[in-house]
């Protein structure tokens, strides 16, 4: 038997019974229609790969390449598919022939270790936007031209640990400070990642540049030391850290994600600490909670967000079980076109529970946030609505949030 392309075991493999329950869940598949483009498609391809040798051509790329990786499926699957997993190897393979991951997407990820670099570039970039010289390509939101200072730990030997990022921290500061105000509030002090701790490798994991992400996140590990609990405000960041002891199958790397809390996750035990007047019903302003699909379905940490927020808010749930925005990390870089339906298709669910294009949509992905900020609705994370309810933090308005959203 020749030897097998892709790092999968028999029984992942074979656990999917291809009874389709998993197709209306899967965005790919709500937009096209194809079959190719659902996950029991794009499993009987990786199954074709691995034990019929099919080649990963043009045509095998774009089935594998056009999946947001949202595992959107896993939850829908009675059969328990590790979905995640499956995908996994395949980009892994896919990155080995060069199938995936362009040479502009390796070059702009290389750059993400180096924060200072990214830290110069968001205010260019920002002015950039402003004068139309950069492509839309993405449908991201306007930049900031300013970032604030940096986030100051309060403690050499702290409660928690606030992890930062790269993007996040360059381009969303403003919700590391509310989470900052939170901890504190809680009575807690916290820490910031040395500069080793820049980037989790998020990213480099969807695109199937595992040693990259493996790098990574060794460096990650001893950028916050101890055993205090690891806060995270990004969804993809929060699952990349959660996934270290599986990338790098060690027990250090498993040690080092049981620490790992979303902030959402963390906050929920504290709030009768942060909580100390009750809001009145007629103070509550109405929020529509859109779940990013690294915390929904991934983390599964989505029902604190509604914890939380309910003592400041009237929450409006959409009908969609979860269904992906379309951002996935660099997908609305890579896939703009059916990242753009996907998104069509999620603004059109929250305009039909909340008509009015200016009712605040909370969503708790740097991502997903700036995504739908770029559709025109008004989009914070939970820790700034709830940081901002509590006066904790300077509220906040969004330049795009009038009425622009698509319907
Ligand atoms: S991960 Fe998301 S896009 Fe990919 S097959 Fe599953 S549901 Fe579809
Ligand atoms: S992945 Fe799960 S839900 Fe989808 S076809 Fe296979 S067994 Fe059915």
Redesign the pocket.
């Known amino acids: 038997m020749s030897a097998r392309p892709l790092a999968l075991s028999d029984d992942e493999l074979s656990t999917c019974v291809s009874c389709g329950l998993?197709l209306p869940?899967?965005?790919?598949?709500r937009v096209s229609n194809e079959e190719a483009l659902?996950?029991r498609g794009?499993i009987a391809t990786i199954r074709a790969i691995q034990y019929e040798g099919l080649q990963i051509d043009e045509h095998v790329s774009e089935i594998q390449n056009t999946?947001?990786?949202?595992?959107?499926?896993e939850p829908a699957c009675p059969s328990g598919v590790p979905?995640g997993r499956l995908?996994e190897a395949a980009k892994n393979e896919m990155a080995r022939q060069r199938r995936t991951a362009p040479w502009w997407q390796r070059f702009g990820l290389r750059l993400l270790r180096h924060h200072r670099l990214l830290l110069i570039g968001t205010p260019l970039l920002a002015i950039g936007q402003r004068l139309h010289l950069i492509p839309k390509r993405a449908g991201l939101s306007t930049l900031p031209i300013r970032l604030g200072a940096p986030i100051a730990p309060t403690s050499t030997s702290p409660d928690v640990w606030l992890f930062t990022g790269c993007v996040m921290d360059a381009w969303q500061r403003s919700t590391h400070r509310s989470t900052a105000a939170l901890i504190q509030a809680a009575g807690c002090t916290f820490g910031v990642p040395s500069k080793a701790g820049a980037c989790c490798g998020a990213l480099h994991s969807h695109a199937g540049l595992t040693h990259e992400a493996q790098t990574l996140a060794r460096s990650v590990m001893t950028s916050m030391p101890g055993t205090a609990p690891i806060v995270v405000d990004s969804a993809g960041c929060g699952a990349a850290l959660k996934d270290y002891g599986h990338l790098l199958g060690t027990s250090e790397a498993v040690a080092f994600s049981e620490r790992v809390f979303d902030v959402h996750e963390w906050l929920e035990p504290h709030m009768n600490s942060i909580i100390t007047t009750h809001m009145s019903d007629t103070d509550k302003i109405d929020v529509v909670i859109q779940d990013p699909c690294h915390l929904r379905h991934v983390q599964k940490a989505h029902i604190a967000v509604r914890t939380i927020l309910a003592p400041v808010a009237h929450l409006i749930e959409l009908d969609d079980d979860g269904l992906?925005c379309g951002a996935g990390g660099a997908y609305s870089i890579v896939e703009p076109e059916l990242a753009g339906q996907i998104r069509e298709r999620k603004v059109r669910n929250i305009l039909m529970k909340s008509p009015d294009a200016n009712t605040l949509v909370a969503s708790a992905n740097p991502g997903c946030l700036m995504y739908l900020q770029g559709a025109g609705l008004v989009v914070k994370h939970p820790v700034d609505i709830l940081a901002e309810a509590l006066g904790l933090v300077p509220t906040t308005d969004h330049p795009q949030s009038k009425g622009t959203a698509l319907s």
């Open positions: 998993c869940h899967c965005p790919t598949f659902s996950p794009r999946c947001v990786q949202c595992r959107g499926c979905y995908i992906c």
